[in-house]
C-alpha cells in the first residue's frame, strides 16, 4: 500500500514516514505542493496524507487539483482546528482530517478507515515492523516473506493485531481455537508461542501476566 506524504515540516515527516513503514505501508515525501502534485501524478498513490499549511502551493490548492482526476483517499493535516479551514477541506473533498500534534497510532487508524472506506483495504491489515496479514487470502507476511501461520495462529494474530494494545484473556481468546475446555489456557499459551517464533523479534505479541495478550504498538 502506497502512501504519499506531503509535509513540509522534515522532523513531522521523517516521524511519520518511520511510523508507517513500520506499519507496512510504502510511504513517499514531498515538503511542498509541487512536489507533492509531481509525485502524484507519477506514482498514483492508495492514499494522501496532506498537510494545509505550506509556503507556495497549500494543501488545499493540491486538493483541488487531485480532485481534478482522482478519487484517492485524502487525510489532511491541520496546525489548528480552524472549522473554516477543515469544511474547505472536506468540500474540496477530503475524507478526514488530523489537527497536529497528533499521536501517531491515530493517524494509522484514521488512515486505515479512509482506505477501508474507499476498498482499497478491505482485506488488508498492518502490524508492526512490516507485518501484513492478508484476511482474505487468510495469508501472513513479514516483508513480503510468508510466516506459515496455522489456522488458529492466524487467527489469534488477527485478533490482536485488529485491535493494538488492548488486553484479550485468555477465554476471549480461547473462543477462536478448537481445543477441549481442560486444554484451554495452554492451548492458547502454545499458540501464541508459536506465533512469536515465527514472527521474530521483535515479535510485539505482550503477555499481560495474570490476564492474556495484547498486541503492542
Known sequence: MQILLIEDQGEISQALQGFLMQHGFVVQVADNGLEGL???????????????MMPGITGLEVLREVRDTSQVPVLILTARADEREILEGFSLGADDYITK??????????????????????????????????????????????LELT??????????????????????LIEITSAERETLERTVDTHIKNVRKKIGTPHHVETVYGIGYRYEL
Open 38 to 52: 509531481r509525485l502524484f501524478h507519477q506514482q498514483q498513490p492508495d492514499a494522501l496524507l496532506l498537510d494545509i
Open 101 to 146: 500534534p497528533f499521536r501517531m497510532l491515530e493517524v494509522l487508524a484514521r488512515l486505515q478507515a479512509v482506505l477501508r472506506r474507499s476498498g482499497k483495504q478491505k482485506s488488508v491489515l498492518h502490524g508492526a515492523d512490516g507485518l501484513i496479514l492478508d484476511l482474505e487470502a487468510r495469508e501472513a507476511k513479514l516483508h513480503n516473506k510468508s
Open 151 to 172: 489456522v488458529a495462529e492466524f487467527e489469534l494474530l488477527q485478533k490482536l493485531v485488529q485491535n493494538p494494545n488492548r488486553v484479550y484473556t485468555r477465554s476471549e
